[in-house]
């Protein structure tokens, strides 16, 4: 693996100039703050201000209690978090940038001209080039959402009046190109050049040809999560007391206050996700790339796993729901690897996460209950019986814990009380995933739909006659995954429901995800 100084030259040449002229961004006192904390790749954590991070991929740190500086190596840095405080999402009706390699950008878009769109966010101005955009979304939809035809063109949903004289909404599709957004006009051309009110416009989807896992450069990068909840790849080129500057190929130099920036992770690839696929079926666990091609599988005694995920040291945790068990494995060549840590005496484990302390989370059926056990001792330091049957498992920002089972779905603090709940009713939850935006992702197996939720339990999104859902994953830009046990594969899905396969002819399929 190459050093960060060789990292950001790789990017630079890469993105063959970036996306425009740097942001620029007013000089502003911070927010008092809590000291920055520093999450290394050991678990550990360092808490000081970063007062620098110089060309050879060193982070200065001031440390908190002595007041001396040293150095931190990048690679020893998992996430470095900005103050105390939480994300605050961005309204659900700000204009959007959904970028195409993952992420977001929030805030008034100003245009779109020569295949480049201007919007300004509370950390700056960026402007992008219409290879890196997904789609841009312009409202919320208020009516009901059109199909979407497989066409090679872009596509543009407008809100208009129903017709028959209901006066009802619904969304209306328009195929062509996208010219230009300038004030309140939309100029896109169909068989000719038309003008739609910018009102009326919801979403406009670009098609762009998506590149290969080739195109990606190498290196340690950052991904930077705003406190309206916004994301961004790029890397790390300086920390001061006040700003943090970047170089993005989305975004080109920019220089962020402090205060909008609510953590940096590091990661290998100019991405929020490599989009490697790891699924449990009957034959074992098997991890996929981005074509579909099994890459690496693991089949000593974990055939019909709950769940398998790639952990930050490379190794995959598995919840051996057969044998009772949850593995570490360290994969090994094309296929096969050591068990390096195992859980024994469980009762049928469906899911497992490994939490950011080092425990490990399990959703353990049989038992009804859900247990963090010490990553050591390995003795139980947390347990919940607040659903019967549970079937998946997530560790909130907040600390809550969501725990989906046969019950419905239930959000519980660490005294064990209920923050949040969803009975059965016209949702049967198996797995559940709950989104950066606040909503509550469900794949409801007998039901055979993939349903997103609002804090409220209105429904914002759904995908309907599948087959067999077992689970669904958000992507970060914006597409959904879903493991169709019904039908043997793994399908990704738009926003606009325009679906395409990802694997086929998996046996059974029970878990999936994605790192």
């Excluded at 992008?128 to 409202?139: E, K, N, P």
């Excluded at 950052?222 to 001061?240: Q, T």
């Excluded at 094309?334 to 399990?362: C, F, H, M, Q």
């Amino acid at each position: 693996m190459g050093n960060v100084k060789q990292a950001l030259w790789l990017l630079v040449l890469a993105a063959g100039g970036g996306g425009g002229p740097p942001a620029a961004f007013p000089q502003e006192k911070p927010a008092a703050d809590e000291a920055d904390r520093i999450l290394l790749t050991d678990r550990t954590e360092r808490r000081g201000e970063i007062t620098g991070c110089d060309p050879s991929g060193i982070l200065e740190v001031r440390d908190r209690e002595t007041g001396r500086k040293g150095g931190l190596v990048v690679e020893q840095v998992r996430k470095i978090r900005f103050g105390r405080d939480e994300i605050v999402l961005a309204d659900a009706k700000s204009e959007r940038l959904y970028l195409s390699q993952g992420g977001t950008l929030s805030g008034r878009l100003l245009g779109y001209e020569g295949g480049v769109a201007s919007i300004e966010t509370p950390a700056g101005t960026f402007r992008v080039r219409r290879a890196d955009i997904r789609s841009i979304f312009l409202g919320p939809l208020q009516g009901q959402f059109p199909e979407i035809k497989e066409e090679r063109k872009d596509v543009l949903v407008q809100e208009a009046v129903k017709a028959g004289g209901d006066g009802k909404l619904e969304g209306q599709a328009a195929y062509g190109e996208l010219l230009s957004i300038v004030k309140d006009r939309v100029v896109f051309r169909t068989a000719k050049e038309e003008v739609f009110g910018r009102a009326a416009v919801r979403r406009i989807f670009l098609h762009n040809e998506r590149p290969a896992v080739s195109d990606l450069p190498p290196g340690w990068f950052s991904k930077i999560l705003f406190r309206n909840g916004d994301r961004l790849a790029g890397v790390l080129r300086s920390v001061g007391k006040d700003r943090v500057g970047i170089f993005s190929h989305l975004v080109g130099e920019a220089e962020i206050e402090k205060r909008h920036i609510h953590s940096i992770a590091f990661l290998q690839h100019a991405r929020m996700t490599v989009d490697n696929i790891i699924v449990c079926d009957q034959s074992g666990v098997r991890e996929f790339d981005l074509q579909g091609r099994e890459v690496w599988s693991y089949t000593a005694n974990v055939h019909n796993a709950g769940s398998a995920r790639r952990l930050e040291n490379g190794n995959v945790l598995i919840a051996s729901t057969n044998s009772n068990q949850v593995l570490e494995v360290e994969p090994s060549g094309k296929s096969g690897g050591k068990i390096v840590w195992r859980l024994d005496s469980l009762s049928y484990p469906l899911d497992a996460v490994r939490l950011e302390n080092g425990n490990t989370l399990v959703a353990e059926q049989q038992a009804g209950r859900v247990v963090e056990y010490d990553a050591r001792t390995k003795a139980a330091v947390w347990t919940c019986t607040a659903m019967n049957y549970p079937t998946s498992v997530q560790r909130l920002e907040n600390g809550n814990t969501l725990i989906c089972s046969f019950q419905g779905l239930v959000e519980v603090d660490r005294e064990g009380r209920t923050r949040w709940t969803l009975g059965m009713g016209r949702i049967r939850p198996w797995k559940a995933q709950r989104l950066d935006n606040g909503n509550t992702l469900i794949a409801d197996l007998q039901r055979n739909q993939v349903v997103e939720i609002d804090p409220q339990s209105k429904d914002v999104w759904h995908m309907e006659n599948l087959q067999r859902p077992v689970q669904a994953i958000r992507l970060e830009d914006g597409s959904t995954l879903i493991l169709e046990q019904g039908e043997g594969r793994v399908i990704e899905v738009d926003p606009s429901r325009r679906s395409r396969d990802r694997i086929t002819g998996l046996n059974v399929p029970m878990g999936m995800s994605t790192y």
